[in-house]
């Protein structure tokens, strides 16, 4: 999973919800709306790992997260309702940052910008090490994370504990 095409396309092929996940990020218009931020669908749905209430996620490249901002506010209101909240970010290293909330049929959707290559995202790396780490695991690592998130555990704390790593699991998940 490299490129926005390849994740639709990995998505529009596999299970029932990742099926359904794509076609409601095609329906809704958001990839065109966001398509000159390089929008890249991450999150547990792409890895399936994703449990009943869990979001799609969409990162997004931005150079300036005012106007991006500004923007959005603008376009996503055709989609539905949504919440937005800047933040600064609190891992080392991230930047700034700027969240859309919606609703899209069914699904929560989450618009994660800032002003870092997409695939120099703390999300996108996480989603990357999650996906490694369930390859080598097979179906018995999925059942675990799926075990551990339907118990109510953010992904990479579950991660964290299969692996027996100590310390803060978002600062962990980019070193694994």
């Not at 931020?37 to 490249?61: E, F, K, M, Q, W």
């Not at 049929?105 to 996480?126: C, D, K, M, T």
Request: charged content about 20%.
């Amino acid at each position: 999973m490299c490129t926005t095409a390849d994740v639709m396309a990995h998505l529009a092929k596999g299970n029932e919800r990742q099926q359904d996940a794509y076609r409601v990020l095609q329906s809704s218009g958001l990839l065109d709306i966001l398509a000159d931020y390089h929008p890249y669908p991450a999150g547990t749905v792409p890895i399936d790992i994703d449990v009943p209430g869990s979001d799609l996620d969409l990162l997004c490249y931005v150079k300036d997260l005012d106007p991006f901002e500004a923007e959005m506010h603008d376009q996503i209101g055709v989609v539905g309702e949504f919440g937005c909240i800047r933040g600064e970010g609190d891992l080392p290293d991230q930047r700034p940052y700027v969240t859309f909330n919606l609703q899209v049929g069914h699904w929560p959707v989450e618009i994660f910008a800032q002003s870092v290559p997409v695939y120099r995202q703390n999300a996108y790396l996480h989603m990357l090490v999650e996906w490694r780490l369930l390859q080598l695991w097979g179906d018995a690592g999925h059942r675990e994370i799926r075990r551990l998130k339907r118990a109510g555990w953010k992904t990479e704390p579950a991660f964290a504990s299969v692996l027996g790593l100590q310390g803060d699991p978002y600062v962990i998940a980019v070193s694994v």
